[in-house]
């Protein structure tokens, strides 16, 4: 599938040096950029991550951090 986009001038010419060293061409970096920004922006995915950590650690209260917490709460000028 192709599309547009339009990109300022100092992005494109970083972009079209980049290409040239790596030797590849501008569409494939896009894909390669699109392509990890998507795998680290995909809320449903990180959502269900973060959902099984929290299921598998449990709730398991720390003295020391709950210590901690407050004491930085109590001294905090609101």
Partial sequence: M???VSISGPLFRKLNQLA???G???SEL???ALGEYVERHWLPDL???MDRVCTEVGDQG???V???GR???ENTEW
């Fill in 62 to 64: 720390d003295a020391f």
């Fill in 2 to 4: 192709r599309f547009a």
């Fill in 30 to 32: 896009f894909r390669t």
């Fill in 24 to 26: 590849r061409s501008r």
């Fill in 47 to 49: 959502t269900e991550a």
């Fill in 66 to 68: 709950s210590d901690a």
């Fill in 20 to 22: 040239r060293r790596s």
């Fill in 71 to 73: 004491q930085v709460l």
